[in-house]
Every structure is written in C-alpha cells, then in structure tokens.
C-alpha cells in the first residue's frame, strides 16, 4: 500500500498545482479518477466514481471569494475510497464532499498565511529582481505540491483498513443515506451548471434530452450524439449566416 499511496499522493501533487497554476484540467474528477483507479488495479470503479464526481464538480466554480469544496482531494480521496473499501460509487460521494469541503478550509488558511508574500513581491518588482519573484512563485507551488501530497498520503496510507473497517460495520441506514446523499449530489451540480448556462433558446433540446431519457430509453451515449449532432447543425447553420451578412450588406470597404 506504501507505493500505491505514494503514487495517489504524487497524482494529488501535481493536480493541486495544476488547479492554481496551469489549469490543463488533468485535475478533474473524470481524468483523475480512472488514474487513481489504474493504481489501486480497478479502473472501471476509478471512471464510473470520476464520472459521478465529475458531474457533483461541474456547476461548481470559484467566483471571487466562494470557493466551492476541493475538486482534487474530493475526486482522488472519493474513487480512492470507492475502490479500497468496495462501497458504492455513492456512498463514496457522500464521504467525499465532506472531505473536500475541509479541505477546502485548509486551502483558504493557506492561501491567507501566504497573502504577506504579495508585499514582499511588489518591493522586489519595485527593484526589478525578477529572479526574485521567480523564487517565490516556485516556491509556492512547491508548498501546494506538498500541502496536496501529504492530504492524499495520510488517509490512503494510515487510513484505508480503518474505513474499509468502519464501512463494514457501519448500519445499513448510515450507508444506504451516504448513497442516497451521493446520488442527489450529481443532480445539484449539473443543475448549477444549468443555472448558470441555461437559455430560453436551450428549452427545446432540454425537452428533446428529456423524451429520449424518459420514454425512449435511450442510453446517455445516444442522448450525446443527438445533442452533438444538433450542436454541430447549429454550429454550420450559424457559421453560414454569418458568411452572408457581409455580402448582403455589401461587404467591407476600408472599415465602411
């Protein structure tokens, strides 16, 4: 288990700096999940538990001060704990959002600790010491490389047989509301992300999605190629009016 948590917390490493410098979103749940799943030798429960984390993660997004619960720990801690302790995909997302949200806390005290250095910086910009700047920036992300590592480290390492045992002893109730607590979680993030996307103009396919899910029984598969095919005849349609308005119009003459 040694090489298998170190492994996970390197993972956790880099997806921290990822998610605050870089941001090529290999930190997501439904990249890190089958990851962490080809470590512990189950990638199947890795993708399916990424993908339902995916959807709790993908209507959250830091605005300004809210920060939402911690995608990278809560993704890798949640398919981790799927897979070591055996229990439903779930169960595990109602063990990870709690998770995810303290340590989101701890990410915020961080941050805050850190806050002094920016004056420390404006002094060596003021100076032009750009190798000084460049110190302090490495210097950060290899704090947040460790903060990560040793979050995902510890519970794998020194926690794994202890909550495998807690699940086994756990009551049914307990197990059965963590599932019915994680099932609701999918449906409140993709109902943010409407929230926030959702148009007028969207109502129709929404109602199309919908028939196809509910009388069709249709797999989800099949409900996306319909959505990309419409996408893609609303993408050529539009990129076809947009060709003609200049030639109705009389084209563009030197800006006029």
């Not at 420390?120 to 100076?127: F, G, Q, Y």
């Amino acid at each position: 288990m040694l090489f298998e948590a170190l492994m996970i917390a390197l993972l956790a490493g880099i997806a921290g700096v990822d998610l605050f410098n870089g941001l090529t979103h290999m930190h997501r749940p439904l990249i890190t999940g089958p990851i962490v799943g080809f470590i512990l030798g189950d990638v199947q429960t890795g993708l399916i538990t990424g993908a339902s984390l995916e959807l709790v993660w993908m209507g959250m997004a830091p605005l300004a001060g809210a920060q939402p619960p911690n995608v990278v720990i809560g993704g890798i801690i949640g398919v981790a704990f799927a897979i070591l302790t055996q229990a439903e995909p779930q169960a595990a997302i109602g063990i990870a959002v709690p998770f995810a949200v303290a340590v989101q806390g701890l990410i915020t005290l961080l941050f805050t600790a850190f806050s002094p250095v920016m004056h420390r910086c404006d002094e060596m910009a003021a100076k032009a010491d750009w190798k000084g700047i460049d110190r302090v920036n490495y210097m950060g992300m290899s704090i947040l490389f460790s903060f990560y590592f040793i979050l995902a480290f510890l519970p794998i390492f020194f926690g794994a047989e202890q909550a495998q045992t807690v699940v086994e002893v756990a009551p049914e109730w307990l197990m059965s509301g963590l599932g019915v607590a994680g099932g609701l979680m999918p449906a409140i993030g993709f109902s943010m992300l409407m929230k926030i996307m959702f148009k007028q103009s969207y109502i129709p396919y929404f109602i199309v999605g919908f028939l196809a899910a509910a009388y069709l029984e249709l797999p989800v598969i099949a409900i996306a190629l319909v959505g990309i095919a419409i996408a893609l005849a609303d993408y050529f349609q539009s990129s076809r009016v947009a060709a003609q308005v200049p030639q109705q119009a009389g084209g563009v003459n030197d800006g006029i």
